[in-house]
């Protein structure tokens, strides 16, 4: 279990399911819960025993509504406070893509900003029917560069424009219809799905596995390299 209360995390067989656990709050990121959540993904990686990560939100509402930008420092420093919860989601996208072994998201509810984009990165999507994805940082008048950036690479640019400049929510049905999800099921069948999905990934030779996810990623990191670096030249200006 982790040491954060909002990060639930428990081996169930051999998958590692982690929970983001803070429902009242829409699943909104706090820093402490994003590191909590690498560092179990590093576990998880390096433990036999599991062969597959589920990651998924608590409650019907949502998978996740981001990083907290409402989160206040304690030592009261907001300027290194909002690097830090920059640097603690992209750690979290990164480590997503360097788990060698399938991660798989179990979208209960609205993945949307940051919540998309760790779901879009995982390896697989399984969906509740009233999910949806949404990247709705235009409609706070941000540009979301890792976004855009994710969303590119993952469903090309016709995709990524409706995304990015609408800020619509895609309902699962649709996101399934576009590839961005593998399957769309009832409530009560999510888990079952879930489990469903990551065993099929978990039975496929590990190595094999492993290689083909670091040559499928490489573009994204490449890609991501340059949003980001773009992002905080924008930040900076």
Known sequence: MSTE???LIEQRESLLWITLNRADKANALAVGMMESAVAALKAGASDDAIRAVVLTGAGHRA?????DVREQPADGDVAA???????????FLDAIMNTPKPVVAVLNGIASGGG??????????????????????I?????????????????GHVLATDLVQSGRRMPAEEALARGLVSCVVARDDLDA????????LAEKDTKAFAANK????????????EARAEHERHRKA
């Not at 670091?214 to 390299?225: D, G, P, S, T, V």
């Open 5 to 7: 209360q909002n990060v």
């Open 63 to 67: 998978f996740s509504a981001g990083a």
């Open 81 to 91: 406070h909002r690097r830090r919860r920059s640097a603690a989601l992209a750690a």
């Open 116 to 137: 998309a984009m760790l779901a879009l990165l995982c390896d697989a999507r399984v969906a509740v029917d009233s999910a949806a994805i949404s990247l709705p940082e």
């Open 139 to 155: 409609n706070l008048g941000m540009a979301t560069y890792t976004g855009a950036t994710i969303a590119m690479e993952i469903g």
């Open 193 to 200: 799905a879930g489990v469903r999905v990551a065993t099929g």
């Open 214 to 225: 670091l040559w499928l990623n490489r573009r994204m990191k490449a890609a991501l390299a």
